[in-house]
Every structure is written in C-alpha cells, then in structure tokens.
C-alpha cells in the first residue's frame, strides 16, 4: 500500500522533542492568555486593553502555525528526496500554504 | 490604589448582557480550540491538520477582536457627542485602529 | 433632501491639501513600486528578490488604506457630533472597518 | 560586474511563458488599479469607497505574492531533489516564507 496515498491523518509527523516541548509550552502559554482576555471582558476592562491583548495572542497564534509550516516544509522537502515523488510534494505544499496565507 | 485600575483612563466598558456573553463563549470556545490544537501537536498530528485548525483559531481570535473594536467604536462615538472633546477621541481612536490592524 | 440618505458617493471627502499631496505622492510612489516589480518578473529575477518587494508594495498599500481610515474617522465623529446621527454613523464605521479588516 | 547580477546566489527564476505572462498581465491590472486609487483620491471620492479599492488591490498583490511563493516552491523542491542539499533549501525556504508571512 502506497502511503502517498492514504489520508494526510494517517502521516504522523515527528516532532523532535525539542520542538514538541517549545510548541506545546507556547500553545499553553496561548491558552492562559486567552483565559486572562476573558477574564478582562468578564470585568468590564476597557476596550483599547483588551484589544491589544488580543493583538498579541494573535501574533503568538501565527508564530506557531510559522513553526508548524517549518516543521512541514522540513518533513516535506526531505520524504520528496527520498521518494522522489516531486509533483504530489509540491502540489501539497502549495496547498498547506494557501490554506494558511491570508 | 490599584494601578490596575488606573490605566486606559480609569474608564470601564459597559458591555450589554447579550454581547458580554456571546464574547465570553467565543473566547472559552477559542481556550477549547486551542487545547485541541496543543493535543494534535502532542499526539504528533500531521502538519497540514495542525495548520488548519490554527488558522481556524487566527480567524476566531480576530473575529473577537473585530467586536470588541466595534464596541469601542460604539462608546468612543458616544462619548464623543456627549462630551464633545472629538480631537482627543479621535487620537485615541486612531492608535487602537493602529494596533490593531497589521 | 436629507444628505445623509444619498448614496455614499454622493459625498466628497474633504481632504487638507497637505493629507491629499502625501496621499497621491505615496500612491504614485506604489505605481512605480508595482512597475518594478513587473521588470523584475519580466526580467526572470530570482522568486525571493520578488517577494520582498511585493510585501514592501504591500506595506505600502495597507499604509495609504491606515490613513484613509483616519481620514474616515476623523470626518465621521465630525459628522455625527454636528448632526448627532450616532447610530447611523457607527453602523457606516463598522462597515468600512470589516471590509478593510483582515 | 553588475552588483545587480550578484544577489540570491546569482539565479534567474525560469517562469513558463503562460506564467510569465498571467503575472504580467496582472501587475499590470494592479498598476491601473492603483492610478484609479490615486484618482479618486484627487477627485475626493468618499472614504468607504477608497477603502474598498484599496483592500481589492491588497488582495490583488496578495495573490501574486502567492503565485510567486508557488514558483518558489517549485523550483526549490526540483532543485533539493536535483542536487540533494535540502539543508540550505530548507533554511532558504524558512527565510522566504518568514519574509513574506505577516
């Protein structure tokens, strides 16, 4: 059975463990600080404040789709040296960068 | 005093009871969302999976930011036509606009 | 005839002369910009080289729509404190902020 | 020598000929476009109007960003492939992909 084939959800991907901890530390630090964005609007605080809360989660959320579109392109472009199947490779790229371009 | 109290100043937002719930259930939904992202990450999901899911959360966590921007519109307006100061209002509002827009 | 019910381009936007010169200047500034980066396209430079232009171009572009939209705001809390329309106008601010908003 | 000829390792991207002229043809559309902005502006066209002009070409330079990201890609892929140094690539493609992601 090909596995170019199958459904990208049956790929895992493998993180180094350096990189799984830097994400997961982030994705958790992403998390309280929506709790905290929360908490602001719950207690009335004022709207410029919270904005740039928000502001800054949201540069924090693109700085780990940044990271995960690295940890593709990386795992990507080395399976394409591996197995030469360049056309697929690409075509998936592209697809993964749309997806996440704005 | 608490300094916490003193900034952006000392002004409370007033939040009507149907918009203040709706952005507390965006933002618990956007603590779910990223949770969920955290667990991909952690079980070692592939890439393109992840990436889609945080877009998914860029445009929710912007989407709260874009409400937000509208209440403060709606009370920078109003307080305008109250207190007629429109040249300090309108300074304030063209630096959250700033910080806001990338 | 109520002004405020005629179609948006039916009102002109006062512009300051020195508002309006820097306008055209940074936008006659992007058209030479854009011109380069086809004589770049045309001329088979390097993808990268490309890229850093066209998100120049674009920073230039998002800068001429920020002033815009203080030029906006300045005119509509102007409008709304001499005419007092509040909801008609921050209806209209919303508007033209979601359309411009990423 | 001609500084002009030396960076980004000294590589003239090959576009097909139906590429090469699909992103002409669109520069060249974003170039007008941008006159018309600059006309408007002149003529005092009502705000919400410039705005959603400018967010058109914005998109419109988006696009080629994107279509030229894709060429990247391409020849990035075919030439770790080619020549197997997919470390420099790899690092090559962060870089790009950093520049241009905002």
Partial sequence: ???H????SNLQHNYSEASLQDL???LSRIE?????VKNMVETSRPCPDVLVQI???RGAVQQVGRIILHEYLRESVARTTQQGDIKTEIEALKTVLDRFLT
Same sequence: chains 1, 2, 3, 4.
């Fill in 55 to 57: 502001a800054a989660v």
């Fill in 5 to 8: 084939q199958e459904n990208s």
């Fill in 32 to 36: 309280g600080h929506i709790r905290g």
């Fill in 1 to 3: 059975m090909d596995s």
């Fill in 24 to 26: 997961v530390k982030r």
